[in-house]
Nanobody
């Protein structure tokens, strides 16, 4: 089992940057596929990015590709989401998620993840 705690959210102007962190408990962090999702008011939770166990491969939603970068630090049991060129439509609660399942493809669906953090609010003003 793994527990996830996000941090780094806040209020930023359009065009600005934020870096989200997700600290994971447990000694088997490297055995989990990790993902970031977000949920805006009145909308469903949507996929943002995912990173494989090795940390060598990532996949991004089209809406954030080229602006967001996901990474993981196995020594710190932490994943990061560097968000640049932020837009008002990026405003949402951002969730970190961990998946213990095997994935032949990138894990981009909510049901593919079995552990979730409580979320951190990101607000981008215009």
């Amino acid at each position: 089992q793994v527990q996830l705690v996000e941090s780094g959210g806040g209020l930023v102007q359009a065009g600005g940057s934020l870096r989200l962190s997700c600290a994971a408990s447990g000694r088997t962090f490297s055995s989990y596929t990790m993902g970031w999702f977000r949920q805006a008011p009145g909308k469903e939770r949507e996929f943002v990015s995912t990173i494989r166990r090795s940390g060598l491969s990532t996949y991004y939603a089209d809406s954030v590709k080229g602006r967001f970068t996901m990474s993981r630090n196995a020594a710190k049991n932490t994943v990061y989401l560097q968000m640049n060129s932020l837009k008002p439509e990026d405003t949402a609660v951002y969730y970190c998620a961990a998946s213990s399942f095997y994935h032949s493809d990138y894990a981009r669906q909510v049901p593919e993840y079995d552990y979730w953090g409580q979320g951190t609010q990101v607000t981008v003003s215009s």
